[in-house]
């Protein structure tokens, strides 16, 4: 298990990590969320004590990473893919790490296997791609064969199979009861991957939950409909529900308007324009995504954002 208590990072005036509190027990994805600056990597890198906490703890298994007496077998992580010697193979990269935490050497094939390096791997690291980098960076993270696996946006440079390829990988380790941690801004795939969330924001946490509970409880029920009545319906509609145009309306031949319906189920909004005599060509209703939860939570907590992103 992963036990961060109280975590706190200052930065002089600054805390990047506040008062932070959760846990993350095996058999089970744990995605670690939050905007650009929310202090997921450096709460990482504390958990690994890459950088020391200003106050509070980290733990994985009831100890310091750094008390790990062979770290690589307690946990495998993977937070910079670049983190090789260019002039290295994969295989003398992994060979060195192996050799430092007592792991026998043919392990080092073993994992370049698992992540689908084995014909590459005496190539200089250098000339990988980011996609590759990331696999070397997983195979060691796998090396140690550890109980517990962090990850910080592995998704990175993959391309579709490879993202397929680590979504199955995560939810494996985690049927086989290791701990896992991941973060990514792929919203998509975190919904396909993690069972269970841990949601940050200006350091401070704003949600520890399921998925499903985690999507139920912050999303929008919304209703795409269609029709050549549009301010007629918006009339019916006031006071009950509320309608903006589809951003991502299309032209179907038919002088039909997209508008997408919040606060009324799709059966409340069918019923409302047969009374008032309205056509409807379409009434759809959108299922919540991960992603607009997310939006819709952390909007108060983004550091960082554009004036067109700031007006929406």
Same mark, same amino acid.
């Given at each position: 298990?992963?036990?961060?208590?109280?975590?706190?990072?200052?930065?002089?005036?600054?805390?990047?990590?506040?008062?932070?509190?959760?846990?993350?027990?095996?058999?089970?994805?744990?995605?670690?969320?939050?905007?650009? #600056?929310?202090?997921?990597?450096?709460? +990482?890198? +504390?958990?690994?004590?890459?950088?020391?906490?200003?106050?509070?703890?980290?733990?994985?298994? #009831?100890?310091?990473?750094?008390?790990?007496?062979?770290?690589?077998?307690?946990?495998?992580?993977?937070?910079?893919?670049?983190?090789?010697?260019?002039?290295?193979?994969?295989?003398?990269?992994?060979?060195?790490?192996?050799?430092?935490?007592?792991?026998?050497?043919?392990?080092?094939?073993?994992?370049?296997?698992?992540?689908?390096?084995?014909?590459?791997?005496?190539?200089?690291?250098?000339?990988?791609?980011? #996609?590759? &980098?990331? &696999?070397?960076?997983?195979?060691?993270?796998?090396?140690?064969?550890?109980?517990?696996?962090?990850?910080?946006?592995?998704?990175?440079?993959?391309?579709?199979?490879?993202?397929?390829?680590?979504?199955?990988?995560?939810?494996?380790?985690?049927?086989?009861?290791?701990?896992?941690?991941?973060?990514?801004?792929?919203?998509?795939?975190?919904?396909?991957?993690?069972?269970?969330?841990?949601?940050?924001?200006?350091?401070?946490?704003?949600?520890?939950?399921?998925?499903?509970?985690?999507?139920?409880?912050?999303?929008?029920?919304?209703?795409?409909?269609?029709?050549?009545?549009?301010?007629?319906? &918006? &009339?019916?509609?006031?006071?009950?529900?509320?309608?903006?145009?589809?951003?991502?309306?299309?032209?179907?031949?038919?002088?039909?308007?997209?508008?997408?319906?919040?606060?009324?189920?799709?059966?409340?909004?069918?019923?409302?324009?047969?009374?008032?005599?309205?056509?409807?060509?379409?009434?759809?209703?959108?299922?919540?995504?991960?992603?607009?939860?997310?939006?819709?939570?952390?909007?108060?907590?983004?550091?960082?954002?554009?004036? #067109?992103?700031?007006?929406?």
């Amino acid at each position: 298990m992963i036990d961060v208590h109280e975590l706190t990072k200052r930065y002089g005036d600054v805390r990047a990590v506040d008062r932070l509190t959760f846990a993350v027990p095996p058999g089970r994805v744990t995605g670690f969320l939050g905007p650009n #600056g929310a202090g997921k990597s450096t709460t +990482m890198r +504390m958990i690994l004590g890459l950088d020391a906490a200003s106050s509070g703890t980290a733990r994985v298994n #009831g100890r310091r990473y750094v008390a790990q007496p062979t770290p690589l077998r307690a946990v495998g992580a993977l937070l910079d893919p670049g983190a090789v010697l260019p002039s290295r193979t994969a295989y003398h990269h992994l060979l060195a790490l192996a050799a430092g935490n007592g792991i026998p050497g043919s392990r080092v094939e073993e994992v370049l296997a698992e992540v689908g390096l084995e014909r590459v791997g005496r190539r200089r690291a250098g000339s990988f791609s980011l #996609g590759m &980098r990331q &696999r070397l960076g997983i195979a060691a993270a796998l090396l140690g064969d550890p109980p517990v696996l962090i990850f910080d946006e592995p998704l990175n440079g993959l391309d579709p199979e490879g993202i397929v390829w680590i979504r199955s990988l995560m939810r494996r380790m985690a049927a086989e009861g290791r701990t896992v941690l991941m973060s990514s801004h792929l919203m998509s795939e975190m919904e396909l991957t993690a069972d269970h969330l841990v949601v940050i924001g200006r350091g401070r946490l704003i949600a520890d939950t399921s998925m499903t509970a985690f999507i139920d409880a912050h999303s929008r029920r919304e209703v795409l409909v269609r029709t050549p009545q549009p301010e007629q319906l &918006r &009339r019916l509609l006031a006071g009950r529900g509320t309608a903006r145009p589809d951003d991502a309306d299309v032209i179907d031949g038919t002088d039909a308007v997209g508008l997408v319906v919040s606060d009324l189920t799709a059966a409340e909004i069918g019923a409302l324009a047969a009374q008032g005599g309205v056509t409807l060509h379409q009434l759809t209703p959108r299922q919540p995504s991960l992603e607009q939860a997310f939006m819709d939570l952390t909007r108060d907590s983004v550091e960082f954002r554009t004036d #067109g992103e700031a007006a929406r």
